[in-house]
């Protein structure tokens, strides 16, 4: 079986592409940032070294996470993407499983755990032995995680692998209780043990959901008192949302751009109104457990009257509706209003995008991505 694989949810960038066992292209870089970059060529060039066309792939694989928000769905959303022009089954790996294998694969050992920095003192932490899990994939105190899996292996025979970024702490804890443990330097997920399980794993029956550990630090408080009634948007609505998205912002999407964007999969529209006349809009789409804010206005007379808040709350049931398990959104790091409604609302800042809003003249201003759990 044919498998392309990648992974851009920690810190490097990987691609590969196996036959079975045999190994036809892989390309691992680490690398902080840079992700979105640099994929799409890497897997091109890994592609152009396996001499196959997508056509030939008979299987996809990507990590699903615990990762970096920004850097996790980089690879999440390049291969959902390539599933849906292919049709190939994608296979998700967990982060920490495929270092967990790795690093039993680099010492030769049976049993292997993982303890990656999650920031805020807790650690990302997992821990195989063979085939069978020991520790479920999970984010916990150092303390707490090095306990639990002291309790797990004490008494066993053999060496512990470690992987991680906060191996160094565990092992000299788990020296100390008397455990065998060979620290690797696997700091970050390799594509090409997300291959190898990819190859092994049943085939999936739909797309992979991502795997987001930590909530958002906040909560989506009480309906507020709405002045505009929303309701959903309808092809009829579409030269009023052209309108207002005229006086909301100089690069203004046109009744044709709209109804394009609005014809694509999952995606919608809400409309808010006083006395029948519309003052406001919101556009989403929510497509494999995901939704997304493409735009937003509230004309200027109609502002600091909660009718943002009240479009973004039906945005935000609208998406659940449809199955959802979370929204994303950009926002512009100047836009103050806007930042404190979505904070109001639960939103909790998890990466950054640079220049993404382009000036005419200038550079372009930097926007933060925003994600919403229920």
């Known amino acids: 079986m044919k498998i392309l694989a990648v992974d851009t949810a920690l810190g490097a960038c990987s691609t590969a592409v196996l036959d079975g066992e045999s190994v036809l292209a892989h390309i691992f870089e680490p690398m902080e940032r840079g992700h979105a970059e640099r994929l799409a060529p890497m897997v091109r060039d ?22 970096t928000f920004t850097g996790q769905r980089v690879g999440y959303a390049f291969m959902r993407g390539l599933r849906l022009a292919t049709g190939l089954p994608l296979v998700g790996v967990t982060t920490l499983e495929a270092m967990a294998r790795a690093a039993a694969g680099d010492v030769r050992a049976r049993r292997a755990a993982v303890f990656h920095d999650a920031k805020r003192g807790e650690v990302y932490c997992a821990a195989i032995d063979g085939e069978r899990t020991l520790l479920p994939v999970q984010i916990a105190p150092l303390e707490t995680a090095i306990g639990m899996l002291r309790e797990l292996v004490r008494g066993s025979d053999g060496t512990l692998a470690l992987a991680g970024t906060a191996a160094d702490a565990a092992a000299h804890v788990l020296r100390e209780s008397g455990i ?19 190859l092994s794993a049943s085939e999936p029956d739909d797309v992979p959901r991502p795997l987001y550990l930590r909530p958002p630090d906040a909560r989506l408080p ?18 009023a949302i052209a309108k207002l998205h005229a006086e909301c912002f100089v690069d203004a999407w046109d009744t044709e751009f709209l109804g394009r964007l609005l014809a694509q999969p999952g995606a919608f529209s809400a409309i808010a109104v006083e006395h029948d006349v519309p003052v406001g809009f919101v556009l989403a789409r929510a497509v494999a457990g995901e939704a997304e804010v493409l735009s937003l ?22 998406a659940l509706q449809t199955g959802a398990a979370e929204v994303f959104l950009e926002v512009g790091v100047e836009n103050a209003a806007a930042r404190r409604l979505y904070g109001r609302l639960g939103f909790a800042e998890v990466g950054a995008r640079s220049a993404y809003y382009r000036r005419d003249s200038g550079p372009g201003t930097d926007a933060l991505i925003l994600r919403y759990s229920p």
Not at 49 to 55: E, M, P, S, V
Not at 180 to 198: C, K, N, Q, S, Y
Not at 222 to 239: C, E, I
């Open 46 to 67: 890994a592609m152009a070294a396996a001499q196959l066309d997508f056509a030939a792939l008979e299987r996809l694989a990507v990590t699903v996470g615990p990762g």
């Open 222 to 239: 009480g309906p507020p008192a709405m002045t505009a009634p929303v309701r959903p948007g309808t092809l009829a609505d579409l030269p």
């Open 297 to 318: 206005g509230v004309q200027p007379r109609s502002r600091r009257r909660s009718v943002g808040t009240a479009l973004v709350r039906s945005m935000i049931e609208r």
């Open 180 to 198: 065998e443990v060979t620290r690797t330097e696997i700091t970050a997920p390799d594509a090409l043990w997300v291959a190898r399980m990819g």
